[in-house]
């Protein structure tokens, strides 16, 4: 046939073109259109404590409720140029693992924009490109607020920034690339730094100490002192009475009077809650009751799961570890990662994120007047228009909020108290809120060593059923982001790559200063509530309950439970070569990465490859009672061979002297000694930094001593100089 004709093919292709052209436009059109909101609707009402909303009415009526979409425009990594942007001349970084750091840095730039008059934002550190610093501009500021996490590591966030800053080349690459000094890249940077560690673990603060060195180093100015904040002692202390002088060289820097600042007019909010009306919220087209994140869609690959895309995962087996006579609950739980994309190695820790218990909900609810409309849906904004983060996912609602996106059952802070004292009903409560606010001492007694809830707090102060009027919005600024909580995993991928183990106990306890109290761990009960489910069983009526049902009952069936998790990578590791020997002290769920360990390499000795000598020190109260996974051990070390085996310390065993792990490990000096030095093994120590962690260390400066002829002097430095090695690693918690 030689008369033309449209190919079919054609057709698709031209189709194709012709919807990709109407997307784009719709796409264009609608980033065009200005909300801070997800939704698909503008909520109508500015929700405050301060102002009745009976005299915003009129105002009120005269707002547009037309639908409008967010604008979704590519964020920059580029902050020099955003400063630039947004006229700012002041940038907080930090890098968070729990949200402390992150609050610091949000709270020292709203101190700096309200009371000094600093053109201020906050940065992550993962979202921008740090090879910039050498760009900007000499009468600016970058102010760095660090965390060190385990063992001398930065945090997640900052990761990048380290290898590329500290861990990487000598002289690291820059933008510009053509300074008069090549030595010195950073000289027209000016910064301050404050760190957060905890002074029970060896590397304390290293990763602030080690980004101010190289900083200097490459040229850049510090102003003022270094900061320093002990998570062991009194970290908010230790920060207030860090930024007062920090402040004065920060003034002299930008030439401002100090003594002449001050706060000026009102308290200036950062975000603002706005309320949407039932007309309103029919029209939304996504309400978020608990993600971590908005839905990402993925083409032709699975999501990447981290800190900021938790997966959720069924818990396909927990039982009870401990014995019925014992007075505490040990759990041991199985997480499902079939088909997740999930990976993991044995040492590797997973994230466990909790929901908070429904009494501290429904308690700060009642205690700030919002029980009644606990389902109201609103969204929250920055009012920094430079601001493009939020805390959380939004539209959501207030019962969400508090229940999943707030970290309500931690003290709250200082500053946090004294800033109700405006708020307070009346003189007594304002005077009680302001007490607490500038007494040191009082702080401590009554709510950070007492470990007491703001709920709490608030309730003691106003009386049951009393009520304050706090702006929600405070609420969010001042209470921090509810973080995961981590667990070594008592698991290996050679034995079960399909399912993560961890090994929990549930955790009580009364604090001294308030003895008729109790405490309750959020993540283990929340894991202890997730097991009562799963086992069909009943739990004591004073324990704290929890909603596990996840967003719109996701999480919840009669015979499964999914939780959210991910994985974080670990350097806490096996030797490379199997057949080296290692030895692992590891007292109660200190022995968890352990089981992990000896998995891996019974594995390796299944599979014919040489495995050494595998030793694990063991401790526990009663053999009868909290001896962790006693039914396994034979079995595995049997697989390992002659020179493996598991030593146990037992402290509270009936007719048995009171013995810890580092009595047992002199008692076995020789073998400890003859596997560490002579055959070159490696040593692990797993559990509690303050104590158990010191006197094992002690005790191995002692064993060199002993069986090495060595002086104390020559000892201790041995032992350093296999920790310098990564022959000595610890995974250890305060």
């Known amino acids: 046939m030689s008369e033309e004709f449209i190919d079919p093919l054609d057709v698709a292709i031209w189709g194709a073109v012709l919807v990709g052209s109407v ?28 102002t009745s909303m009976s005299s915003s009415i009129a105002a009120i009526s005269k707002q547009s409720t037309t639908p409008v979409v967010a604008n979704k425009s590519k964020k920059t990594r580029n902050f020099v140029q955003k400063m630039k942007q947004t006229d700012k001349t002041v ?27 600093l053109k201020t934002m906050t940065a992550d550190l993962e979202e921008y490109d740090m090879n910039l610093l050498d760009t900007l501009p000499e009468d600016h500021l970058a102010v760095f607020v660090l965390a060190t996490y385990g063992e001398g ?34 000289s027209n940077l000016h910064f301050v730094m404050f760190g957060l560690g905890n002074k029970t673990y ?44 920090m402040w004065k060289a920060v003034c002299d820097f930008v030439g401002i009077d100090f003594s002449a ?13 706005l309320e949407y009306t039932p007309e309103e919220v029919q029209q939304l087209t996504k309400i978020f009751h608990g993600e971590h994140h908005e839905n990402k869609i993925s083409v032709g690959s699975r999501p990447t799961y981290d800190a900021k895309n938790p997966c959720s995962a069924p818990i396909s087996v927990s039982r009870e570890l401990f014995a019925a006579s014992a007075d505490r609950h040990c759990l041991h739980m199985e997480i499902d990662i079939a088909g997740s994309g999930i990976t993991y190695q044995a040492g590797d820790h997973i994230a466990i994120w909790p929901v908070n218990a429904e009494d501290q909900v429904l308690k700060l609810a009642n205690v700030m007047n919002l029980s009644a409309k606990l389902d109201a849906v609103v969204t929250v904004s920055n009012t920094d228009p430079a601001s493009t983060k939020l805390p959380f996912p939004v539209p959501t609602t207030y019962r969400t909020i508090l229940r999943n996106y707030l970290d309500i059952t931690a003290p709250p802070s200082r500053a946090f108290i004294g800033q109700l004292v405006p708020f307070a009903p009346n003189e007594t409560s304002s005077q009680a809120l302001a007490k607490l606010g500038e007494d040191k001492e009082a702080f401590r007694l009554q709510v950070a060593d007492a470990r007491r809830s703001v709920a709490t707090v608030l309730e003691r102060i106003l009386g049951q059923n009393q009520t304050i009027e706090i702006p929600f919005d405070l609420l969010i600024e001042s ?38 109290e109790t405490v309750y761990g959020l993540a283990t009960n929340y894991l202890h509530v997730c097991h009562a489910h799963l086992n069909k069983a009943e739990l004591s009526a004073t324990l704290p309950k929890y909603d596990i049902s996840g967003p719109q009952g996701s999480f919840l069936t009669h015979d499964h439970v999914k939780v959210p998790i991910h994985v974080r990578h670990s350097n806490f590791k096996l030797p490379r070569n199997s057949a080296v020997p290692v030895v692992m002290v590891g007292p109660g769920t200190g022995v968890a990465p352990f089981r992990g360990f000896i998995q891996d390499r019974a594995q390796d000795a299944k599979n014919g490859k040489k495995t ?14 909290d001896y962790l996974y006693r039914d396994e051990w034979d079995e595995l070390m049997a697989q390992l061979g002659a020179g493996s085996r598991v030593i146990t310390a037992l402290s509270r065993q009936p007719g048995v002297p009171k013995t810890y792990v580092q009595q047992s490990m002199k008692e076995h000096r020789t073998l400890v000694w003859d596997l560490i030095h002579m055959q070159g093994g490696y040593f692990y120590v797993c559990g509690d930094a303050k104590n158990m962690a010191r006197e ?24 350093k100089d296999l920790r310098s090695k990564g022959r000595y690693e610890e995974d250890v918690w305060s």
């Open 202 to 245: 060896e590397h304390y603060n290293s990763v602030c100490r080690k980004v101010d060195e190289k900083l200097t180093n490459l040229g850049a100015t510090r102003i003022g002192e270094r900061g320093e904040g002990d998570d062991d002692g009194s970290l908010e202390e230790d920060f207030l009475s860090w930024k007062d002088d």
């Open 153 to 186: 590591e930065p945090t997640d966030n900052a990761v990048e920034f380290w290898e590329h800053l500290v861990t990487g080349e000598d002289l690291p690459e820059f933008s510009a690339g053509n300074y008069q000094d090549p030595e010195r890249p950073l």
């Open 479 to 516: 209470v921090p982001r509810l973080q995961a909580r981590y667990y070594s995993i008592s698991s290996s991928p050679k034995a079960y790559p399909t399912s993560i183990h961890l090994t929990a106990v549930v955790l009580d306890y009364k604090p001294a200063v308030a003895p008729k």
């Open 696 to 719: 094992v260390n002690h005790q191995l400066v002692e064993i060199a001593m002993e069986c090495g002829g060595m002086t104390e002097d020559k000892a201790t430095n041995y032992v």
């Open 612 to 625: 050494g000598a595998t030793v694990l020190f063991f401790g526990c109260r009663r053999e009868d009672e």
């Open 261 to 273: 600042a001050g706060l000026s007019g009102p308290r200036q909010a950062t975000y603002k809650v």
């Open 23 to 50: 997307v784009y436009w719709l796409k264009d059109r609608a980033g065009s259109s200005s909300s801070s909101s997800s939704s698909s609707s503008a909520p109508t009402k500015s929700i405050t404590s301060t």
């Open 91 to 117: 940038i907080f970084f930090y890098g968070s693992q729990t949200g402390t750091a992150e609050d610091y840095a949000s709270r020292l730039a709203k101190e700096g924009s309200q009371v000094y008059g």
